[in-house]
Structure formats: structure tokens, C-alpha cells
């Protein structure tokens, strides 16, 4: 397992769930949430720096049939830009699959008895919680980092 400190991004239309993993890469825990929108990027980058990250792990919306529709067009489309953002800084971004993740969440939230308003302030912190617990999972048992290195736009010869 590679040491350092992960970021778990849920990206949604209007808000962006954030989590951390410790430096060993064991556990995912709750962040905050970014606002969709101006500045969000930014946001994501301070938080890269305030955890000093080595790694942001992109939850990537698929269909149960593993299909990519609009909403994995959105994602990829932030996920580049994230990457142009933060490689100058030498960050890597990666996209693991992220089926199920905000349902995980959800029902998480329900045992522990959270409702209404209070629960939709932290869904968005909790599918990033379970999509970055599932990439340290993988990474722990394949010896590999999960999901799809994002390369940076200036790599792929795109203006």
C-alpha cells in the first residue's frame, strides 16, 4: 500500500462531497462539502494542500450495467480540469467507479438515525467517504491503485 493522504471527491450538480484518508491509507473520513461552482476547483486545490495530498480519488458515476451516461461525461469533464489544476503540483486524480455509493451513504446515515435537512448536508461528505474507503480497499488487496489515472490535457496533445 502506498503511504500518504487521499481525497474522495463526490461530484454532484450542486455540491461536492470532500473525505481524507489517514497517511496509511486505512480509513476514509468526512471532509466538508464545496459548493458547485465558481471556485470549487480552487477549493479542492487548498484542500489538497491543507491535508498535503498525494492523490485525489474521483468517484465516477456508472450504470449498474457499467455504462457511462451524461452524468460520467460531467465528471470526466471536472475531473480534467481538477487535474490540470493540480499537476503542476505533482497530483495525481484518478475516476473509480462509484455505483451505489450515495445509496451506501444514504442508508449509513438512516441507521445512524440522521434525517431530513441534517442528512442531505452530509450525504454528499459520506458517498465520498465510501468511494474513497472503496479505492483504499481495492488498492489494499490488489497491491494496485484503483480506477483510472486522469491525464492532465497537456499530455494528450488537446489545446
Do not use: W
Amino acid at each position: 500500500m502506498r503511504r500518504g493522504v487521499r481525497l474522495g471527491v463526490d461530484v454532484g450538480d450542486v455540491r461536492i462531497g470532500v473525505s481524507s484518508s489517514d497517511p496509511s491509507g486505512i480509513i476514509a473520513t468526512p471532509v466538508e462539502t464545496v459548493a458547485r461552482g465558481e471556485g470549487d476547483l480552487a477549493r479542492l486545490r487548498a484542500l489538497v494542500q491543507e491535508h498535503d495530498a498525494v492523490e485525489v480519488v474521483v468517484g465516477l458515476p456508472r450504470s449498474l450495467s457499467g455504462r457511462e451516461g451524461p452524468a460520467a461525461a460531467k465528471v470526466r469533464t471536472f475531473a480534467r480540469g481538477l487535474t490540470d489544476l493540480l499537476a503542476r503540483d505533482g497530483i495525481a486524480v484518478r475516476l473509480c467507479d462509484e455505483r451505489l455509493s450515495t445509496v451506501s451513504a444514504e442508508a449509513v446515515l438512516r441507521e445512524q438515525g440522521k434525517k431530513g435537512k441534517k442528512r442531505r448536508a452530509v450525504v454528499d461528505q459520506a458517498a465520498a467517504v465510501v468511494i474513497l474507503q472503496n479505492a483504499l480497499d481495492t488498492e489494499r488487496g490488489t497491491g494496485r491503485p484503483a480506477g483510472e489515472l486522469v491525464r492532465p490535457t497537456s499530455e494528450l496533445g488537446e489545446p
